[in-house]
């Protein structure tokens, strides 16, 4: 208390000028209505900018909830479209059929090397998840791999950009299927081989999942032709395929797991034995 009364005792001629100061303006801003309204506009400015610095600090803090809604109501489309899709495409075996038959998990990616031949990616979700192997991953842009092995908390996928794999994958124009793989050159182009002599080829076309798997469905992009050639047999083609995905930058993922993968395999098993 004491500090204050020598502030204002030592700086009494300069608080005595600032009272003064401002009195003096409050009444010509009183008595003059140009001189109010100049005021009033000039108060608006400087408050309305604070008020938008402040919202536009708080939208910043809020991005990352934004980001979290915004995949959750991507990933509720995203089944939605897969289950409808293959509900239509099966409406002729039975039109009451709507159990879904594809559950998608978001997931952040902690790791991704795209660098070496055998490349693999590290999620944030695991067995507690109810993540399992065989799981495909993908984006809203397409697939990017499939899971590999798991932990309470965490699970490695085993990356498109990876020499040991093998996914089916087919020409959206003619439904001619192939086998997608890579040969460990750019992370931009991954192949589809094995692909028939007969099938219609052209740059630009779209290659898309085949759905002669149980981990993805039929349908979801890959990427574009960007060229292509006859194997030395002359009876199949090797296409080269640009990915929509960037493999180099991945952030928020989708996990999507076939529900009845388990049945399908069981039958197979049994069918094999």
């Not at 289950?83 to 002729?92: A, C, I």
């Not at 697939?143 to 092995?149: H, K, M, Q, W, Y």
């Not at 990876?162 to 890579?182: P, R």
């Amino acid at each position: 208390m004491q500090q204050i009364f020598n502030f204002v005792i030592k700086n009494k001629t300069f608080l005595l000028f600032l009272l003064l100061f401002s009195i003096a303006i409050a009444l010509t801003i009183q008595s003059h209505s140009y001189h109010r309204s100049k005021f009033i506009n000039s108060a608006n400015f400087l408050t309305g900018g604070v008020y938008g610095t402040m919202n536009s600090v708080d939208q910043y803090f809020n991005l990352k909830t934004e980001n979290e809604i915004l995949a959750e109501e991507n990933k509720q489309l995203r089944e939605q479209l897969l289950n409808s899709k293959f509900q239509t495409d099966s409406s002729f075996i039975d039109s009451s059929y709507s159990k879904s038959l594809y559950k998608i998990t978001i997931a952040d990616v902690y790791k991704n090397s795209y660098s070496s031949t055998n490349n693999i990616l590290t999620l944030n979700k695991g067995r507690k998840d109810s993540i399992k192997e065989d799981f495909g991953v993908m984006t809203s842009n397409g697939i990017i791999g499939i899971i590999a092995n798991t932990s309470n908390n965490y699970s490695t996928a085993i990356s498109i950009l990876n020499t040991k794999s093998k996914i089916n994958a087919k020409l959206k124009s003619s439904n001619h299927i192939g086998s997608l793989t890579w040969d460990g050159k750019s992370t931009r182009l991954v192949q589809l081989e094995d692909v028939s002599q007969y099938a219609p080829i052209k740059i630009g076309d779209t290659i898309e999942t085949g759905g002669e798997s149980s981990i993805f469905p039929k349908g979801i992009g890959i990427g574009t032709i960007s060229d292509f050639e006859s194997d030395i047999s002359g009876d199949t083609y090797t296409i080269e395929v640009k990915l929509f995905n960037d493999m180099t930058n991945l952030g928020t993922v989708y996990i999507l797991e076939s529900i009845n993968r388990p049945e399908i395999l069981n039958l197979e098993n049994s069918s094999n034995e």
